[in-house]
Each structure stands twice: as structure tokens, then as C-alpha cells.
């Protein structure tokens, strides 16, 4: 076991993952010998070569395109998307390449081996294109197995088995806990598994759902609830799609009750499509309407950054309109 | 640090350049009658090839008309045919190793055919049945053959491109001497991903062709819509990678021109961009009428250089092929598709359960369920599906295959 931050860990699992496997390339934009304007890529080009680890030019849709031949060609890639805002140039080899490369060709061809990592999430004064939150786009694409890790214990064990798995995985890192995150993380090489949500509290009164950073969010709503005696239960979903929806309605069954938060904005979040299931799988055993706490339906702002964002208050909030339907 | 990898040179007065001093040549070896030009030189392709070359040719050309006299008959829902740009996709198929990687657009089908793609398998693919290889899936000419390395087509134009960049990088490292060649239009050289992939091939040196084949038109879109700059082979300039034009109707000319794009991407890690100048002859499918966009005139002008042909009269001047054998081969050819034709549309259509296969290695449950509510729809009202509900109690229709 090692003391770190969550960046740490993401360094950890790279090393990790190129030293198990020489298939193994990590690139991006920063990536090679300055290790990624975050860290994440540190010492790698040094420890594996040029070859392995390397800077591309600045351009997503290339970043992308390149790595998902390179998935086809039997490489194991993991490409850096810099901030998960600038994810979009590269929308059209995700939507209509990545997801659809097994389905198309009735597996003669696939990318499992593309793993894409990118920084998302508020909370870093970072206004429009350094904040957003972009996996309910990506939930919408069948083919895509989206991911996002809430401390750094997670964040190396799903990282090694997004990078493992046989599908394709974009790999969502709250940037705001990258430095802010730290923790026990085993040494030793271990998978966490993908389509699985973890219920992290046990409670019988409530169920808060939500992923990455918000979790952090929830479990400080949760005890001040507590302190008023309500027992929340709180579920980290992990993977965002495909979704572990029996873990979620199992919980539901037993208290009745659901609150889903997440940064990105309310409509079309991913909230809605965890409501829309579990309404009609528990329907007869729910004691209130579900709650979403979300970002508002604006672009990501700035100087009212705290009053945009679902912070434990408006969590705190939700779970006292929802004991008290 | 430099910022410039030429030494820039300090003047005093603004210097402006185009590009226009610069002007790329059309290499050819072939006449439009099939003549070689004088210090042509002696050609690489030999007969067994040359032989197979035209062959594919021909066997593209006998497919493209008997497949677009069936989408008119209503048999077929779509098609898209190579003619008049055979020799740009099986001149260049023909200069690689059978087992280097192509990446096409759409048009292509000449390269499968030289690699020995069947009539089966391309029928099973037009009339998405129970043995295409994709299920179904996809729209009529979206081949691929992971025997033949040759990927799987995808509608988005230009995608490809980056691909084949990365895919080369991998094979480089692999270290087993095998390239990538990318093929697309004009017109999809307009696309960001044709850029990325250049630039990165360029910085990262990467073994990979480029073949852009320059038809004339992207649908309707002539050239000169499409770009100011001296076609699509200048572009490489701005990469520093090496570019060639050839004629795209000349065998001889393409072969070579892919044969040395070889050399240079394999033994020397240097990517290359072939611009073929040829003419699209037909539609640019079945959904389109070219007589609104373009004069009889011109499509007259370039069937005059239709590149079997000039192929044909080599090589009978070679004595390498002779014009009974153009007749039976195009006659066994003709038969071959029209069986294989009918035998396809007999078929049954892909089983249910493929339609959620594939989409995951492992399919999730969600989409598990969602089949399981389906057949108990389909078993509802299995008038409203003709295509799944004949089959649904069959033995083939398999759990197993989700």
C-alpha cells in the first residue's frame, strides 16, 4: 500500500499497465516528455521510450482516429484527450468509429484495446471548456463503455481494467480530485470490475446514486442527514454504460426512496435515464417522486460557479423534500 | 529551439508565397491506346500478375454493371460502382503485399476482387443475409475481410484516414514489414481527419500510403468547388511528406507509383501521398443522376480513356491475353454473379439475436432484456415482421449468438 492523490494513481496504473504488457502506447497532447499538463503521463516516456509513450500534434479527432487504428491493429492504446471539454473534434471517430467498429464488421474487426482518458468536471474555476461533464453524450451511443473513478483506490483498479477490457472505454477523471483525492492504493497490479455500481454506505431510508467527484458531494449531504436521523444509502454507479441497474434497484426496493446527482446539466443527464428505469422497475414500492440534483441548463459559468454546482446543500435539500412528500 | 525546420531566411520587404512555382507533373507510362510512351521504360508488372490485375478488373467491371441492373430491377436496395477507377484501386492493391492492410472508402471493390474475395461473399454482403459475415448490418457495398485485411467499410468519409495512420504506426512497431494503405476521394481530402492523418503519419513516420483516387466529382461537387490549391498532391507539402501524381487510368503508371510509395513507407518509415487523376464513369451511386451535373460530352471524353481498355490492348500487344479469352472470362464471369445472385437473395435474413450481438464482447443485460421484449412482440404480431418471425422458433435462431 502507497499514500496517493488521484493523479498518482492514474500515473500508477499507466506504469502498471505498459510494464504487464508491451502492447501497451499512452499519447496525447503534452503527453511524452513533460508527462501531461496534469502529470498523469510523468516519467512514462523515460521509463518506455519514444515509441510507447509519446506527444501528438494538437488534434482530437487525429488523436482518436490514430488510436483507433491502432486498437484495430491489435495495440493496446490509451489516448489522453487533454480536458474532456475538448473531446468534442474527435465526437464523429468516437460516435460513428469507436462504437460501431465490432458491431459493423460482426467481429472481424474491433477496437477493445482503445482505452481514452480525459480530465472532466467543475470545481476548478475553470469556466465553460475546463469544467464540463460529457458522459451522458457518450451513454447515448451503444458501443461505448464509459467510466468515471471517485478516489484514487478506484482510479487504478478501473483504470487497468478499462485498459484490459475487450471493449472500448472512455475513462472519465474528476480533475478536481486529482490533486484534492488521496487514499490507500495497493502496489500491486488489481482490476476493479466495469458494469458494476458499489454501494459504499448502507442505509435504509434513501438511496443517493451518483459517480466520480459527486461522490465526495453525497457523502458529505449524507451525513448531515444523518445527523438528523436519516439513513441514506449511497451508491458510486462507476460505469456509467452499460449500467449496473440491478444494484440501483435493489437499493430502491428497500428504501423507497432516490436521489440522482450529477454535475452536467439536468436535461438529458444521465439522471433522467437512471430515473426512467428505476420509476418503472420499482414503481408500487416508491414513497416519493425521484430527485435529480444536477448543474443547471446553462453553458458551465464561471464567477457563479458555487451556485451552479449540486453542492451537499442542494443534495441536503433534496433529501429533506423527498422524506418529507 | 527552432520553430521552423528549414533555416528561415530574413528579407525586407513582405514576401508572400502560393505554392504556385511549384508544379507536380502527371507520371505516366501508358498512352489511351495502350501504347507505352517513349523512355517508359521496361514495366515491373510481370505477366502472372498483370494477368491477376486484369482479371480483378475485369471481374469489378462484370459486378458494378450486373449489380446496378439489379438495384434497377429492384432487387438490390443500393449500390456504388469502381468504374472507370479500376486501375487506381487494383493497380495500387496490386504493388503491396497481399497482407498489408487497406483502408478504403466505399468505392473499392476492385481490391477485394484482387485479393480473392468471393462472389459468395460479396453477394451475402449486398443481400445482408444469414451468411454475411456483418449480419446484415450494414448498407449494401460495406465489405470487409479480416482475411484479406482489408477493413470493414464505414459510411463517415474520411475516417479511415487517421486509422490507417495508427494502424501503420502499429505495424511499425510489429516490425514485420507490412504498411497501410488508405484510399478515398477528392472530396473526402476536404475532411479535418485527412489533415490529421498526414500531419501525424509525417511527424511520426509512420508506413502508410495515402491514395487519394481524384474522380472529378464528390457526388455533384466538382473540383473546382472543392479546393483552390493544385489538386489534392500539393497538400502533402505542408506535411514535408512525399507526394506523387499519377495517372489514374494508366496500370502501369499506378502500379509503379504504389510499388516505390512502398519501398519508401517500408524500408524507410516514410509515409506517401498518391494523388490518381481518373474520372468517376458512373453515377456516384445508385441514388444519383450525374446528367444534372455533368455533359455527355465529358463522360464521353474520359470513356475514351477507360483504363480496361488501354490495360486490354497492352496486353494482347504483349501477347499476354487474348480477345476470345476477354470473351469467355467475361462470359463465366457474368454467370458466376448472376448464380451467385440468385442463390444470395434466396437466403434467409440474419438471425434476431444478431442484432444485439457484437455491439459489447459481452452483451449487457439491459440489451438482453430488450431482445427478450422484442421476440414477445414479434410473437404478438409476427405479420408485421416477415423478415424475423418465420425463423423465430428455429433451431438456428440460437441464444448463444447474443
Same mark, same amino acid.
Given at each position: 500500500?502507497?499514500?496517493?492523490?488521484?493523479?498518482?494513481?492514474?500515473?500508477?496504473?499507466?506504469?502498471?499497465?505498459?510494464?504487464?504488457?508491451?502492447?501497451?502506447?499512452?499519447?496525447?497532447?503534452?503527453?511524452?516528455?513533460?508527462?501531461?499538463?496534469?502529470?498523469?503521463?510523468?516519467?512514462?516516456?523515460?521509463?518506455?521510450?519514444?515509441?510507447?509513450?509519446?506527444?501528438?500534434?494538437?488534434?482530437?479527432?487525429?488523436?482518436?482516429?490514430?488510436?483507433?487504428?491502432?486498437?484495430?491493429?491489435?495495440?493496446?492504446?490509451?489516448?489522453?484527450?487533454?480536458?474532456?471539454?475538448?473531446?468534442?473534434?474527435?465526437?464523429?471517430?468516437?460516435?460513428?468509429?469507436?462504437?460501431?467498429?465490432?458491431?459493423?464488421?460482426?467481429?472481424?474487426?474491433?477496437?477493445?484495446?482503445?482505452?481514452?482518458?480525459?480530465?472532466?468536471?467543475?470545481?476548478?474555476?475553470?469556466?465553460?471548456?475546463?469544467?464540463?461533464?460529457?458522459?451522458?453524450?457518450?451513454?447515448?451511443?451503444?458501443?461505448?463503455?464509459?467510466?468515471?473513478?471517485?478516489?484514487?483506490?478506484?482510479?487504478?483498479?478501473?483504470?487497468?481494467?478499462?485498459?484490459?477490457?475487450?471493449?472500448?472505454?472512455?475513462?472519465?477523471?474528476?480533475?478536481?480530485?486529482?490533486?484534492?483525492?488521496?487514499?490507500?492504493?495497493?502496489?500491486?497490479?488489481?482490476?476493479?470490475?466495469?458494469?458494476?455500481?458499489?454501494?459504499?454506505q448502507?442505509g435504509s431510508d434513501i438511496t443517493l446514486l451518483a459517480?466520480?467527484?459527486q461522490?465526495?458531494v453525497i457523502e458529505q449531504a449524507a451525513d448531515m442527514a444523518g445527523k438528523e436521523g436519516v439513513s441514506c444509502e449511497l451508491i458510486?454507479?462507476?460505469?456509467?454504460?452499460?449500467?449496473?441497474?440491478?444494484?440501483?434497484?435493489?437499493s430502491v426496493?428497500?428504501t423507497g426512496r432516490l436521489i440522482v446527482s450529477?454535475?452536467?446539466?439536468?436535461?438529458?443527464?444521465?439522471?433522467?435515464?437512471?430515473?426512467?428505469?428505476?420509476?418503472?422497475?420499482?414503481?408500487?414500492?416508491?414513497e416519493s417522486p425521484i430527485e435529480r440534483v444536477t448543474?443547471?441548463?446553462?453553458?458551465?459559468?464561471?464567477?457563479?460557479?458555487?451556485?451552479?454546482?449540486p453542492g451537499p446543500l442542494k443534495v441536503l435539500d433534496a433529501i429533506h423534500r423527498t422524506m418529507d412528500f | 529551439?527552432?520553430?521552423?525546420?528549414?533555416?528561415?531566411?530574413?528579407?525586407?520587404?513582405?514576401? $508572400?508565397?502560393?505554392?504556385?512555382?511549384?508544379?507536380?507533373?502527371? $507520371?505516366?507510362?501508358?498512352?489511351?491506346?495502350?501504347?507505352?510512351?517513349?523512355?517508359?521504360?521496361?514495366?515491373?508488372?510481370?505477366?502472372?500478375?498483370?494477368?491477376?490485375?486484369?482479371?480483378?478488373?475485369?471481374?469489378?467491371?462484370?459486378?458494378? #454493371?450486373?449489380?446496378?441492373?439489379?438495384?434497377?430491377?429492384?432487387?438490390?436496395?443500393?449500390?456504388?460502382?469502381?468504374?472507370?477507377?479500376?486501375?487506381?484501386?487494383?493497380?495500387?492493391?496490386?504493388?503491396?503485399?497481399?497482407?498489408?492492410?487497406?483502408?478504403?472508402?466505399?468505392?473499392?471493390?476492385?481490391?477485394?476482387?484482387?485479393?480473392?474475395?468471393?462472389?459468395?461473399?460479396?453477394?451475402?454482403?449486398?443481400?445482408?443475409?444469414?451468411?454475411?459475415?456483418?449480419?446484415?448490418?450494414?448498407?449494401?457495398?460495406?465489405?470487409?475481410?479480416?482475411?484479406?485485411?482489408?477493413?470493414?467499410?464505414?459510411?463517415?468519409?474520411?475516417?479511415?484516414?487517421?486509422?490507417?495512420?495508427?494502424?501503420?504506426?502499429?505495424?511499425?512497431?510489429?516490425?514485420?514489414?507490412?504498411?497501410?494503405?488508405?484510399?478515398?476521394?477528392?472530396?473526402?481530402?476536404?475532411?479535418?481527419?485527412?489533415?490529421?492523418?498526414?500531419?501525424?503519419?509525417?511527424?511520426?513516420?509512420?508506413?502508410?500510403? $495515402?491514395?487519394?483516387?481524384?474522380?472529378?466529382?464528390?457526388?455533384?461537387?466538382?473540383?473546382?468547388?472543392?479546393?483552390?490549391?493544385?489538386?489534392?498532391?500539393?497538400?502533402?507539402?505542408?506535411?514535408?511528406?512525399?507526394?506523387?501524381?499519377?495517372?489514374?487510368?494508366?496500370?502501369?503508371?499506378?502500379?509503379?507509383?504504389?510499388? #516505390?510509395?512502398?519501398?519508401?513507407?517500408?524500408?524507410?518509415?516514410?509515409?506517401?501521398?498518391?494523388?490518381?487523376?481518373?474520372?468517376?464513369?458512373?453515377?456516384?451511386?445508385?441514388?444519383?443522376?450525374?446528367?444534372?451535373?455533368?455533359?455527355?460530352?465529358?463522360?464521353?471524353?474520359?470513356?475514351?480513356?477507360?483504363?480496361?481498355?488501354?490495360?486490354?490492348?497492352?496486353?494482347?500487344?504483349?501477347?499476354?491475353?487474348?480477345?476470345?479469352?476477354?470473351?469467355?472470362?467475361?462470359?463465366?464471369?457474368?454467370? #458466376?454473379?448472376?448464380?451467385?445472385?440468385?442463390?444470395?437473395?434466396?437466403?434467409?435474413?440474419?438471425?434476431?439475436?444478431?442484432?444485439?450481438?457484437?455491439?459489447?464482447?459481452?452483451?449487457?443485460?439491459?440489451?438482453?432484456?430488450?431482445?427478450?421484449?422484442?421476440?414477445?412482440?414479434?410473437?404478438?404480431?409476427?405479420?408485421?415482421?416477415?423478415?424475423?418471425?418465420?425463423?423465430?422458433?428455429?433451431?438456428? #435462431?440460437?441464444?448463444?449468438?447474443?
Amino acid at each position: 500500500m502507497s499514500r496517493m492523490n488521484l493523479l498518482q494513481a492514474v500515473n500508477n496504473a499507466l506504469d502498471t499497465a505498459m510494464a504487464s504488457d508491451d502492447r501497451v502506447l499512452c499519447f496525447g497532447e503534452d503527453v511524452g516528455v513533460f508527462g501531461g499538463v496534469f502529470r498523469a503521463t510523468s516519467h512514462l516516456q523515460e521509463k518506455y521510450g519514444r515509441e510507447r509513450c509519446f506527444n501528438t500534434p494538437l488534434v482530437e479527432q487525429g488523436i482518436v482516429g490514430f488510436a483507433n487504428g491502432l486498437a484495430a491493429q491489435g495495440s493496446v492504446p490509451v489516448a489522453e484527450i487533454q480536458f474532456a471539454d475538448y473531446i468534442f473534434p474527435a465526437f464523429d471517430q468516437l460516435v460513428n468509429e469507436t462504437a460501431k467498429f465490432r458491431y459493423r464488421s460482426g467481429s472481424l474487426f474491433d477496437v477493445g484495446g482503445l482505452t481514452v482518458r480525459a480530465p472532466y468536471g467543475g470545481g476548478i474555476a475553470g469556466g465553460h471548456y475546463h469544467s464540463q461533464s460529457p458522459e451522458a453524450y457518450f451513454a447515448h451511443t451503444p458501443g461505448l463503455t464509459v467510466v468515471v473513478p471517485r478516489n484514487p483506490h478506484q482510479a487504478k483498479g478501473l483504470l487497468l481494467a478499462s485498459i484490459r477490457s475487450p471493449d472500448p472505454v472512455l475513462f472519465f477523471e474528476p480533475k478536481r480530485l486529482y490533486r484534492a483525492s488521496v487514499g490507500e492504493v495497493p502496489d500491486d497490479d488489481y482490476e476493479l470490475p466495469l458494469r458494476q455500481a458499489e454501494v459504499v454506505q448502507e442505509g435504509s431510508d434513501i438511496t443517493l446514486l451518483a459517480w466520480g467527484a459527486q461522490m465526495e458531494v453525497i457523502e458529505q449531504a449524507a451525513d448531515m442527514a444523518g445527523k438528523e436521523g436519516v439513513s441514506c444509502e449511497l451508491i458510486d454507479l462507476r460505469t456509467i454504460v452499460p449500467w449496473d441497474v440491478e444494484t440501483v434497484v435493489e437499493s430502491v426496493l428497500k428504501t423507497g426512496r432516490l436521489i440522482v446527482s450529477h454535475e452536467a446539466p439536468l436535461t438529458g443527464g444521465f439522471a433522467a435515464e437512471v430515473a426512467a428505469t428505476i420509476q418503472n422497475r420499482c414503481f408500487l414500492y416508491l414513497e416519493s417522486p425521484i430527485e435529480r440534483v444536477t448543474g443547471l441548463d446553462t453553458p458551465f459559468p464561471l464567477t457563479l460557479e458555487k451556485e451552479y454546482m449540486p453542492g451537499p446543500l442542494k443534495v441536503l435539500d433534496a433529501i429533506h423534500r423527498t422524506m418529507d412528500f | 529551439m527552432k520553430t521552423t525546420r528549414s533555416t528561415a531566411k530574413p528579407v525586407h520587404k513582405p514576401v $508572400f508565397a502560393n505554392g504556385d512555382d511549384i508544379q507536380i507533373p502527371v $507520371f505516366t507510362l501508358l498512352k489511351p491506346d495502350g501504347t507505352a510512351y517513349a523512355g517508359a521504360g521496361k514495366p515491373t508488372l510481370d505477366e502472372a500478375t498483370a494477368r491477376r490485375v486484369y482479371r480483378a478488373m475485369l471481374y469489378t467491371r462484370v459486378l458494378d #454493371e450486373r449489380m446496378m441492373a439489379a438495384q434497377r430491377q429492384g432487387r438490390l436496395s443500393f449500390y456504388m460502382q469502381c468504374t472507370g477507377e479500376e486501375a487506381a484501386v487494383v493497380g495500387s492493391t496490386a504493388a503491396l503485399d497481399d497482407a498489408d492492410m487497406i483502408m478504403a472508402q466505399y468505392r473499392e471493390q476492385g481490391a477485394l476482387a484482387y485479393r480473392g474475395f468471393t462472389t459468395d461473399e460479396f453477394m451475402n454482403q449486398l443481400f445482408g443475409n444469414e451468411r454475411d459475415t456483418a449480419h446484415g448490418r450494414q448498407m449494401p457495398i460495406h465489405y470487409g475481410s479480416r482475411d484479406l485485411h482489408y477493413l470493414t467499410i464505414s459510411s463517415p468519409l474520411a475516417t479511415q484516414i487517421p486509422q490507417a495512420t495508427g494502424y501503420a504506426y502499429g505495424q511499425k512497431l510489429a516490425g514485420q514489414g507490412h504498411c497501410t494503405l488508405a484510399i478515398f476521394g477528392e472530396g473526402a481530402a476536404s475532411e479535418g481527419d485527412f489533415h490529421a492523418a498526414l500531419n501525424m503519419a509525417s511527424v511520426h513516420k509512420v508506413p502508410v500510403i $495515402f491514395l487519394c483516387r481524384n474522380n472529378g466529382y464528390a457526388i455533384s461537387t466538382p473540383v473546382t468547388e472543392q479546393f483552390a490549391g493544385d489538386g489534392v498532391a500539393a497538400r502533402a507539402f505542408g506535411y514535408r511528406m512525399q507526394s506523387i501524381r499519377v495517372d489514374g487510368n494508366d496500370i502501369l503508371a499506378v502500379f509503379e507509383a504504389t510499388r #516505390e510509395a512502398r519501398r519508401l513507407a517500408v524500408e524507410h518509415n516514410e509515409p506517401v501521398l498518391i494523388e490518381a487523376m481518373t474520372y468517376r464513369l458512373a453515377a456516384h451511386s445508385s441514388s444519383d443522376d450525374p446528367s444534372g451535373y455533368r455533359s455527355k460530352k465529358e463522360e464521353e471524353a474520359w470513356h475514351k480513356k477507360d483504363p480496361l481498355r488501354r490495360m486490354q490492348r497492352w496486353l494482347i500487344d504483349r501477347g499476354w491475353w487474348t480477345e476470345d479469352e476477354e470473351r469467355e472470362l467475361t462470359e463465366s464471369l457474368r454467370r #458466376e454473379v448472376l448464380d451467385g445472385m440468385k442463390q444470395a437473395e434466396k437466403r434467409r435474413p440474419p438471425a434476431l439475436a444478431t442484432l444485439i450481438s457484437d455491439v459489447y464482447a459481452e452483451t449487457p443485460p439491459l440489451l438482453r432484456e430488450q431482445l427478450e421484449t422484442l421476440k414477445a412482440h414479434i410473437v404478438r404480431h409476427p405479420e408485421a415482421y416477415p423478415r424475423s418471425a418465420p425463423w423465430l422458433d428455429d433451431s438456428t #435462431e440460437k441464444e448463444g449468438q447474443a
